[in-house]
């Protein structure tokens, strides 16, 4: 028996956020852009909620997390639940189950239709039970059924009595849907605007008593407090509280360690509403001042961040923004002395812009900055890209590669990776003609360039894992001539430094959606001034 939970579809009466005139859950409007990416005029789309799941041998489950494609379609945030689209009707339909009387007082009770209309533009709600009937009735005059991926297919079709002529598609739905995903509508940008409010807040909380913590899991338990009071009960990835060495760790989450004696921590979290995300990090220095060496690097993921964030605006390459991280990175790792000039026996003295020249173009600051600049933002942390990714590498050297395109959403930039993105780039700047005519060829290889309504994160970092930089760097004599190891000894306690925050690209330029304290208003918060 499956247990009916009491969940809400959308409820947006609790802030005034909304940045356009919709009252409800646009499920229509992101129904109709999914039927056009489609490019049909008649079909059946079909999309399953989630259901209520159990761990084994045990009467407990996981907290229930609707499908996103299904909630993109539905605005419906409860379990068992399905949603069809009828592209040639434009008639979008949510399918809802019944919750009978003897599990209202374990359970609760699921929306009734009228509820889901209300908070939700549907055409139609009705009761699941009546699901069956209404698919092969409706496929007669459709057509076609599209499912994202064949396990999809309604078990109930009866796939052995439907006449030859209706097909079942089973691949063009999801990059249609992903591609619909990638420009966020308005209604969009409100939740992951309060979603940004909520998480800054914490964040500010955070840094209000963060002199007080003496373990990495007193400033989690602290930030989900104050998104929790907010009503905020998830999160949309687990909270990274890492201090000292455990910052140089991209996706730390023990937060089980002692603060004393360590100079930073790295705070990566970011709260959940309405089931859209937010992406925010903060490093902090313990004891509330930086050290000379944490604040160097502070200061260098700062002029980082600063500069890209400046370039955000419609057009821009996001690969162009990547690279010039990696050239500011470059610049002042070299100003620090950590990165040197490679040497080589010249007696030609070379210039400061010579030398940044030559330790850039072996693609050293990889060693530091190994992830990509950011990504997506909205109904996942690290969101669907669409048909074309913010970044490709297309090289020969990226692990899993398919047509230039990883699977997952946070990559990892070799080395070699980073010296052909700055080469491919150069030869397109150049006009080099084996990226072709058409701005889709050079897309391919350069990456999409960002759009109005598009929300993207722009996360730069330095680390110092020393297990990866000894293994892949300074193991290998090309490569760590260009090191300074006595300097870099100075470094190792620092860990690391990630500043990140969610971008709103739009017509003119961009909004930065995340307000949580940096620099010298979080240094204030921190000791009370």
Known sequence: MEAIVDYDIVSIDEFDALTSTATKYPAREHAKKAGKQLGVKSGLVYLPGEGVSQWEDSDMGPPFRQRRFFYYMSGANFPGCAVTYDIGADNLTLWIPYTPPSLVLWFGTTPTPDECLAKSDLNNVKYI????????????????????????????????????????????????????????SHYEVSMIRRANDISSAAHRAVCEGFRRYANECEVEAAFLQGCVAENAHM???????????????????????????????????????QCYASDITRTLPIGGRFTKEGRAIHDVVTRMQDECIGMIAPGTGFRDMHLHAHRVATEELLKLGILRGGGGGSRVKKTVAEVVEEVLATGLSSAFFPHGLGHHVGLEVHDVAGKQRLMSTVSPWTVGSTGGSRKNKRDMILREDLVHMMKSSANAAAGDASFGSTAAAAAQVLGRPLEPGMVVTVEPGIYFCREYIEAYYLSKPELARYIDTEVLGRYWSVGGVRIEDCILVTEDGYENLTTAPKGEEMLKIINGK
């Open 235 to 273: 999160q949309s990835y687990p909270v990274i509280a890492g201090s000292g060495p455990n910052a140089a760790t991209l996706h730390y989450d023990a937060n089980d360690e002692p603060l004393a004696d360590r100079q930073l921590l790295v705070l990566d979290a970011g709260a959940e509403w």
């Open 129 to 184: 039970a009546d699901l069956p009937k209404y698919l092969n009735s409706t496929l007669e005059e459709a057509g076609s059924l599209f499912v994202l991926r064949a396990e999809q297919i309604p078990k109930s079709l009866g796939l052995g009595l439907l006449k030859p002529s209706i097909k079942i598609d089973t691949s063009a739905l999801l990059p249609a849907m992903t591609e619909a995903r990638v420009v966020k």
